[in-house]
């Protein structure tokens, strides 16, 4: 066991709890634990322990314990997939060593699942996790509510068993994870989303799916995450569900022509509830979490790619977003994080096209002139209602640190998003009805 995972944190532990009746529920089997902190709060107990024991995550007795000592309290857990280092040397050594051990993680990870009845967030790290695991976790642990993998490269899981949990609501779907469309269109028919990420999963945007996704999540879908689509319909079609408040695309920089499609699809149906929208530059959407163990991959992949990026709207695309602008009566803020979107005298107008902006904010854009246009912005202050702000300074690494490693694409690193939030009284509705 790898020195950083010897302490372990317990939340919401049970008030009257002694250090004798935690150290005795701890070591039924031998003394590997022990509790170094107890924090009282109002309602329950923060306790820290720790482990002495240099094998005792590969002891299933003692983990065993652990588990029936906080199970039934756990509400939220993150479960890494890929073992320590001590376990992974064990497999690396031999032919066929992921799908062993991928087997003997699962077998692992499936025994305990019983002792975690309450639990409603899962978050999964790593690759090595099968589908019989998530097929467990349904049936052990029914109050499951959101299901997030944080690992780009989870190929083990194909989504065969997501349908059968009962009261998800949250789930995030990594680009390599082999779902087969008829999986997804079953989830769709036999659970009621709140929240859906599915970007770089294009092989299953089938007008199928989306049809299913807004028929069935017609009353329950508030937030979507998907890669971008230059199908107008489409995006019409999704803009059609009635509580959605969070609508995000990513892309890669190759494609293009995205931005003026999604101007003109939401001047058509969402002129009156509009609230924000964020233009950003960054890396991968997902948290490469295996490379923390295979090695790390070049630095490009971690910093933002503002300066190299270049996205700027082309000509048509500017003309498309002025037009929404004009149309839009609930737009307030305008966000544009680490690029270089717009010009200077584009931004200046923006106000002028859209009366109810009260809000432009620059993340990442100090540049030279920067002081100059803020003077010029203020000079009007009098006649414009709306405030801008520029915050914060693009990292600029050194030439070292961004030179890019043999064979590698800086490309792959760089994604581009726009996010759209809405406003819904529907669901505001809902929302006071249910307190």
């Known amino acids: 066991m790898n020195s950083y995972k010897r302490r372990v944190t317990i939340f919401g532990l049970p ?31 923060i306790v820290y322990v720790n482990c002495k024991s240099e094998d005792s995550y590969d002891c299933d007795e003692e ?49 305990h699942l019983v002792h975690f009845p309450y639990l409603e967030i899962l978050q999964i790290e790593g690759i090595f996790l099968a589908d019989e695991v998530i097929d467990e976790l349904a049936r052990c642990c029914p109050k499951i509510r959101e299901l997030q993998f944080m690992d780009a490269y989870t190929y083990f899981t194909t989504g065969e068993h997501f349908s059968s949990f009962r009261n998800l609501e949250v789930i995030d779907i990594c680009s390599s994870m082999r779902c087969r469309l008829v999986e997804m269109l079953k989830v769709c028919h036999q659970l009621h989303l709140k929240k859906l990420n599915m970007v770089d999963t294009r092989r299953l945007y089938e007008p199928a799916f989306f049809s299913a996704l807004v ?37 890669k920089r190759t494609y293009e022509g995205f931005e003026e499609i999604l101007f003109s699809a939401l001047s058509e149906t969402k002129q009156n509830s509009l609230h924000s929208v964020s ?57 544009i994080r680490y690029c270089s979107l717009f010009k200077e005298k584009d931004i200046f107008i923006f106000p002028e096209h859209c009366e109810s902006l009260r809000l432009i904010q620059m993340i990442g854009q100090c540049r030279k002139h ?6 010029k912005w203020r000079e009007r202050a009098e006649d414009c209602s709306c405030e801008l702000r520029i915050e914060g300074e693009l990292l600029y690494f050194t030439e070292q640190e961004m030179r890019l490693r043999p064979g590698e ?13 809405f406003k819904n009284p529907l669901l505001a509705q809902r929302n006071a009805n249910d307190r």
């Open 15 to 45: 008030k009257d709890w002694s250090v004798h009746r935690l150290h005795s529920e701890l070591n039924k089997y031998t003394e590997a634990w022990n509790v170094v902190d107890i924090v009282p709060l109002e309602e329950d107990l």
């Open 63 to 111: 983990v065993w314990d652990f588990c029936m000592l906080v199970g039934r309290y756990l509400k939220f857990m993150i479960v890494d997939s890929l073992s320590d280092y001590a376990t992974m040397d064990k497999y690396t050594k031999y032919l066929h060593w992921e799908g062993n051990l991928r087997c003997s993680v699962s077998m692992k990870i499936r025994r």
């Open 215 to 251: 028929k069935t999540q017609y009353a329950t879908l508030t937030t979507l995450w998907l890669s971008a689509i230059k199908d107008k319909d489409t995006i019409l079609l999704i803009l059609k569900l009635p509580l959605l408040v969070e609508l995000k695309f990513y892309w």
């Open 279 to 335: 233009f950003e530059v960054h890396p991968l959407p997902y948290e490469m979490i295996s490379f923390r163990y295979f090695g790390t991959y070049s630095e490009a992949g971690h910093v933002l790619q503002g300066i190299h990026d270049g996205w700027e709207l082309c000509e048509s695309s500017l003309k498309e977003f002025l037009k929404l602008l004009d149309v839009c009566m609930s737009l307030e803020k305008l966000a």
């Open 370 to 375: 920067d002081e100059k246009f803020l003077y």
């Open 409 to 421: 694409n800086r490309e792959a690193f760089s994604y581009r998003s726009i996010e759209c939030n």
